[in-house]
């Protein structure tokens, strides 16, 4: 089985920064593309950030979110700069894995909350 387990979240005055993080473990031959997805109370999952070559981001997170990657760790962080309280969300990790049986699949993690205050 493929795990991913994010960490990292809380509850932060506006401005402040948190760094998420999302580590993959099991039977993992090699992760192409992750990122992290978000979704609001009553709005729809949206994405935030992925990292596969090349980095995207969400316009709305553009100049206040990094997203990387270590590989050797098959883990991936979101630094989270200037935070507003608009980005308050459940913040989600997802990878495109490859098993080591041969099975490809977009994988989750269980999500960790992001709250701002105002």
């Known amino acids: 089985q493929v795990r991913l387990v994010e960490s990292g979240g809380g509850v932060v005055q506006a401005g402040g920064s948190l760094r998420l993080s999302c580590a993959a473990s099991?039977?993992?031959?090699?992760?192409?593309?992750m990122g992290w997805y978000r979704q609001a109370p009553g709005k729809q999952r949206e994405l935030v950030a992925v990292i596969f070559g090349s980095t995207n981001y969400a316009d709305s997170v553009k100049g206040r979110f990094t997203i990387s990657r270590d590989n050797a760790k098959n883990t991936v962080y979101l630094q989270m700069n200037s935070l507003k309280p608009e980005d308050t969300a459940v913040y989600y990790c997802?990878?495109?894995?490859?098993?080591?049986?041969?099975?490809?699949?977009?994988?989750w993690g269980q999500g960790t909350q992001v709250t701002v205050s105002p």
């Open positions: 997802n990878a495109a894995i490859i098993t080591i049986v041969g099975t490809h699949g977009d994988y």
């Open positions: 099991g039977s993992i031959v090699s992760i192409n593309r």
